[in-house]
């Protein structure tokens, strides 16, 4: 399968402050690389769609001022939780499209936020 | 857009035994249903999938079945074991497209 990290792996932040998380798609060029959420005990739910070089779309209810996602070029899709609160907590994991119907997932990072 | 409902949401089964989980879907342009497993902590995995033009896939003990006119799809795990305990997200999208999950299956082998 697709060769996908993720880094940080997890991350710790005080309320208010900025996380980045980088996802690198290592064997291949993802064009498209889907963002999601998932909170404890609950299902993954799309956040958004990013396209290399053009703007992501994002889910219904996703906050695309709070949620800065970034896909400069074909390995490297970027998301930044920007003035992080409690309630943003939770385990992102990138999943890259690869041309074919598979979807692959990166490692994922929980963020906690205090 | 697309509505996928997952049962039970969970499932204690003595070791050896088989588990069944079960899908159903809305969207009748879905074409491609994968099956996820998931440990505590880490991310899905994908251990089996079907596409819509087949109607039952096997792979070792894991198989899945599709009845696209009932709109839902199964996952089958035989002669159960301790390391199939997780949680188990099935999954629809039309191809290429984005992934619309299940709520999830905690799936308990008793020993």
């Known amino acids: 399968g697709a060769v996908v990290s993720q880094h940080p792996s997890w991350v710790i932040c005080k309320s208010g402050t900025s996380v980045k998380i980088e996802c690198r798609s290592l064997?291949?060029?993802?064009?498209?690389m889907f963002w999601y959420r998932q909170f404890p005990k609950q299902s993954l739910m799309l956040m958004a769609t990013?396209?290399?070089?053009?703007?992501?779309?994002?889910e219904q209810g996703v906050e695309k001022d709070k949620f800065l996602i970034n896909h400069a070029s074909l390995t490297l899709s970027t998301l930044t939780v920007t003035s992080a609160h409690p309630e943003d907590s939770s385990f992102y994991i990138c999943?890259?499209?690869?041309?074919?119907?598979?979807?692959?997932f990166g490692p994922g990072t929980r963020l906690t936020v205090l | 857009g697309e509505n996928v409902e997952q049962h039970p949401s969970t499932l204690s089964v003595q070791e050896g035994d088989s588990a069944v989980i079960k899908c159903t879907y809305s969207?009748?342009?879905?074409?491609?249903f994968p099956w996820y497993k998931q440990e505590l902590g880490k991310r899905p995995q994908l251990i089996i999938d079907?596409?819509?033009?087949?109607g039952e896939k096997k792979d070792q003990r894991i198989a899945v079945t599709l009845n696209k006119t009932a709109k839902h799809f199964s996952l089958h795990i035989t002669e159960t074991q301790p390391e199939d305990s997780a949680v188990y997200f099935c999954?629809?999208?039309?191809?290429?497209?984005?992934?619309?999950f299940g709520t999830g299956t905690r799936l308990t082998i008793i020993p």
């Open positions: 999943s890259p499209l690869t041309g074919t119907d598979t979807q692959y």
């Open positions: 064997d291949f060029q993802a064009t498209t």
């Open positions: 990013s396209n290399e070089g053009s703007k992501a779309t994002y």
């Open positions: 969207d009748s342009a879905s074409n491609y």
């Open positions: 079907i596409r819509s033009n087949v």
């Open positions: 999954a629809a999208s039309t191809s290429n497209e984005k992934l619309t």
